[in-house]
T-cell receptor, first 115, second 112 residues
Framework: NAGVTQTPKFQVLKTGQSMTLQCAQD?????MYWYRQDPGMGLRLIYY?????TTDKGEVPNGYNVSRLNKREFSLRLESAAPSQTSVYFC????WGAGRDNEQFFGPGTRLTVL | GDSVTQMEGPVTLSEEAFLTINCTYT??????LFWYVQYPGEGLQLLLK?????DKGSNKGFEATYRKETTSFHLEKGSAQVSDSAVYFC???????????FGTGTRLLVSP
């Protein structure tokens, strides 16, 4: 099993450009998440999807959109990139539900620079 | 709201020294507690977890005990190795709520 995979690994954008970060998991998990990691701030939740067909805002959703394409895939889109979106982006998945502890499994990350 | 507080880093140790990284939490419900580790250039990996008070999570020589009375989940290892150099994140999840709440991370540097 590959676990959680993310593409691309690195990306450089100019201000105003758009791009989509891709994420896929092969663990048959129902829930998926997008985080950003910035120095000194830990991980902040951007969006999450409790199940196929549903998405919800996290702590820092402004400037992003998401699509839960199917149970395996959860993409993050930047419509008009800004330098403040320079960060490392992590996708995660979990089998969340009643009585479960929400252990999350993370991808290797996408390092995005916006000039 | 729910939150996790970790000690400021970096924590610098010599190889074979005792390792401890502090974590305290504030939670309105009954959280599960996690330690994740992030090696340079990689994503987060679960190191250990504990789901109820007095549980001890352990893995790869690391241990942490869920202390409800002190709202703490400190990470310990008897003998640090250079390969333990990484960033460690403490996190909690509340039963019935989907989100993980992370601390800001503690960078650990172990020198030979």
């Amino acid at each position: 099993n590959a676990g959680v995979t993310q593409t691309p690994k690195f990306q450089v954008l100019k201000t105003g450009q758009s791009m989509t970060l891709q994420c896929a998991q092969d663990m048959n998990h129902n829930s998926m998440y997008w985080y950003r990691q910035d120095p000194g701030m830990g991980l902040r939740l951007i969006y999450y999807s409790a199940s196929e067909g549903t998405t919800d805002k996290g702590e820092v959703p402004n400037g992003y959109n998401v699509s839960r394409l199917n149970k395996r895939e959860f993409s993050l889109r930047l419509e008009s990139a800004a330098p403040s979106q320079t960060s490392v982006y992590f996708c995660a998945s979990s089998e969340w539900g009643a009585g479960r502890d929400n252990e999350q499994f993370f991808g290797p990350g996408t390092r995005l620079t916006v000039l | 709201g729910d939150s996790v507080t970790q000690m400021e880093g970096p924590v610098t140790l010599s190889e074979e020294a005792f390792l401890t990284i502090n974590c305290t939490y504030t939670a309105t419900g009954y959280p599960s507690l996690f330690w994740y580790v992030q090696y340079p250039g990689e994503g987060l990996q679960l190191l250990l977890k504990a789901t109820k008070a007095d549980d001890k999570g352990s893995n790869k020589g690391f241990e942490a005990t869920y202390r409800k009375e002190t709202t703490s989940f400190h990470l310990e290892k008897g003998s640090a190795q250079v390969s333990d150099s990484a960033v460690y994140f403490c996190a909690l999840s509340i039963t019935g709520f989907q989100k993980l709440v992370f601390g800001t991370g503690t960078r650990l540097l172990v020198s030979p």
